[in-house]
C-alpha cells in the first residue's frame, strides 16, 4: 500500500499586487448559484531521463514562481468569497502543498482507484474550507520513481471545469515564458449581473448536502472508440441518426444505472417509477454573442431529460438527451441575459431543487462536455506532456457520473458514484460490459474488446 506524506505547505501570491480598482470582483449570478464546492483535477507526469536535471526541488521552484506570476492575471483565485456576492481580492494567496508518495506511479495508474487519487489533492472536494478559506489550492505529489502528480482545487465559486482547464494552460505558458499567451476574460457578471438568489441556492444545493449517502462506491469506466461506433450504431434511430459518442455513452450509463437500482431496490422497497437525468452543458458558445473559450466563470446551463420506467429503450434516451440539447442552445439566451431573463433562471434552478427532493424519482447527475481535457494533455511545464488527467466526483453523492474524453482516439472514460447495492449490480451489467471496461490500466493501448 503507497504512503502519502505532506513535507511542507505554504502560501503562495501573486507576484504584483492586485490594483485598487480590482479589489472588489463581483460574482456573477451563474456563479452565485454554483455548488459550495472544489473543482478537481490531477494530471500525472512520468520520470523522463531527458529531463533529468530537473530535480524535485527545481521543480517545486519553477512550478511556484511561475504560479505566482499567474495569479497576478488570474488575480480573483487569490482573493476569498464575501457572503456570496464578491471576491474581495486583497492578493491572500492560494495553498501550496508538497508531498511525497512513498510508492511508484506505475503501481497508482495500473488500476487507479478514486480512494488514492483523492490523497493526491490538497483538500476534500466539498470540505468546509471552500466557504471561507482558499479559493485555489494546489498539490505537488512526488514519486518514489520520480513521477509527478500534480492535483488542482478550484471553488466552483470561481468557476467550472473549463475555467480551470484554462488557468492551468495558462500557468503551463507561464512556466515555458509566454506568460501572455492566454489572457482571462472576467466578464461573466456583465452578462449575468447578480442578484438575491438565497432561496434558489438553498433549494437546489443544499438537497444534496442533506441527502449525501453513506456507503457511495465510485468506479472508473473506460469506453473505446471502436466500442463507442458500436454503440452509436444500436442507439441511432429515425429521431436520432446520429448520435454523439457522448449522448451513446450517457443514454447506456443512464439505462444501466435505473436497471441496477431496479434490481438492488426489488431486495427491499419498490422501484422509482421515474428516472431523471440532468446533464451540465458549456453555455459558452450557445448564448449570442459567444462568449470567448478563455471566459472565466461558471458558465454551465442544464437540462433534465425524463423517462418512467416503460421508456427505457437506448433509443429513446438519446433521444430525449438530444431534445435537451437542443432546448438548451436555443433557449439560453433568452433565458439568461437581461433581468426577466435571471429571475426565471432562479425559478428554474429552485424548481430543479424540489425536483430532486423527491424520493419518488430516481435522479442521475452527469457533467460531460465542460472541458476539452485532450487539450489538458498538452500542458508542459518543461518536463513532458503528462500521461493522465483525471477528474473525479467526490463519492459523497450517489447517482453522479462524470465522463470526460480520453487520451487517444475519441473514447470516454467515465467515473461514476452509486450506493454499494447499486454498484454491484451496475458493474456486473452484461449490456453495460459489452461497451465498457472496468478500471483498465492507464498505461497500457485500451484492447479492442469488451470487458466480459
Known sequence: MMK?????????KPSSPTPHYLKHFKLSLLDQLAPVA???????YPYNDRHVTFTPAKRSHWMKKSLSE???????????????ISIECHDDGVDYVEARVHGLLSSLLAQPDAETLRQLLPVEIESPKVGAGPLL?????FFDCGGLAIG????????DAASLSTFIMSWAASALGFSQALLPDFNASFWFPPMDCSSAHNSAVDHIIKKRTKGCVTKRFVF???KICALQTKAASANVKQPTNLEAVTALIWRCVVAAATRSSSLHKSPPKVSVLSQSVDIRKRIMPPLS?????????YFAAQANESELELQGLVAQLRTGLKEVSNNCAQILKGSHGSRGFVESFTEAGDFFQRDDIMNLQVCTGLCDYKVLYEVNFGW????WVSNFPSGLNRNVASLVGTRKDDGIEAWVTLSEEDMAAFEHDQELLAFAMVNPSVLEPIALKSAL
Open 4 to 12: 502519502f506524506e505532506v513535507i511542507r505547505s505554504e502560501t503562495v
Open 293 to 301: 473559450d478563455d471566459s472565466i466563470g461558471n458558465l454551465v446551463g
Open 152 to 159: 488542482v482545487c478550484m471553488s466552483r465559486k470561481v468557476g
Open 224 to 226: 473505446d472508440a471502436s
Open 384 to 387: 513532458g506532456r503528462p500521461i
Open 38 to 44: 472544489y473543482e478537481p483535477l490531477v494530471l500525472f
Open 137 to 141: 489550492l494546489v498539490q505537488e505529489s
Open 70 to 84: 499567474t495569479l497576478t492575471r488570474f488575480y480573483p483565485f487569490s482573493g476569498r468569497i464575501k457572503g456570496n
